[in-house]
């Protein structure tokens, strides 16, 4: 088996993670929307449609991942996936599996080019503690459903204290279920998972548990002819660090109007844009992309701003690990 492929930052690429929403059906235990930072709206028809072109550059590779809250929930979500298709993005939508409004009967399975699944469990023993009673038939119903309607499926696995044992269980599910990718996700600190305090959060995994389990799990899932793909997480001694808010473009919207470089920061009011009459306006002030271009011993400076929890060091005051950029992932298959 070959070694997962580091997925370097793309000079150019433009990846617009779009939510629509903030509702959602579910509350699951990590949910890392915040009401208070991201607002509670739904966007209309016509602002979903001004930001998806906001955002457009035929010119360039974009991808358009819709979510929410659950964006199914919005009856325009159709609509929306054929104006990103007609400005070219390459479309996912990200889901906990419910499918409202006839969503699978409605969507055209040419425009999608992937529908994400998320489920945090082998089984409803595990999963639905997490994301809800009754999930995880739900979600592999319809995940089932799409595939059989042509669409190509993902599945989002986010890894925490309440689920990592059981990641080795996956492989087998996701044989079966016929997915064509499946993402494993590190729980982000964020939301509901931060806690609202400045300590780390006990859903968090320590590094030496998954170093010893994920790769492993990515490589089974690989062999079966599934592409994974993994956050790097932890550089490897000698390897530089390099954040993807100096290389790429990466949008993350939300419906009160705040666009975010990083993920990290969505918890504060430090958005580097706002969307103002459907035009995007540079932010004046101490916003995130000022950190950026910062090199320090503990690799991601916003994680050592915003989680310094979650770093350990050695006798000597160096830290046991350097944290990647969160957008830094690994590729096998």
Known sequence: MTAPQTV???PGERNVFLHILTGCNLSCSHCYINPAEHGSAMLSRQQMAAWIRLFSDPARKSNLIFLGGEPTLHPDLVSGIEV???????VTVDTNGYLFHDFLDRVDPESLDYLSFSLDGPDPQVNDPIRGHGVFEVCTANLRR?????????????VSSRNIDHLARMPELVRDLGVKRFFIQVIGLRG???GGGEKASPLQVDPQTWLRIVPEVA???AETGVTVIYPKVFLDRGEPFECAGNVAENFFIFPNGRVYQCPLCEDYPIHSYEIRDN???KVEGLSEDRFF??????????NK??????????????????VSCCLLKQRLG
Do not use: W
């Open 279 to 281: 035009e995007l306006v």
């Open 219 to 221: 490589r089974t899932v």
């Open 192 to 194: 509901k998972s931060a």
């Open 146 to 158: 799409a595939a059989a309607r042509g669409i190509s499926t993902s599945l989002i696995y986010t």
């Open 8 to 10: 370097g930052f793309t």
């Open 293 to 302: 271009k910062l090199n320090i011993a503990e690799g991601c400076v916003m």
């Open 84 to 90: 990103a298709k007609q400005c070219g993005y390459a």
């Open 305 to 322: 701003l915003l989680q310094p929890d979650t770093i350990t060091y050695d006798s000597s005051g160096r830290p046991h690990h350097r």
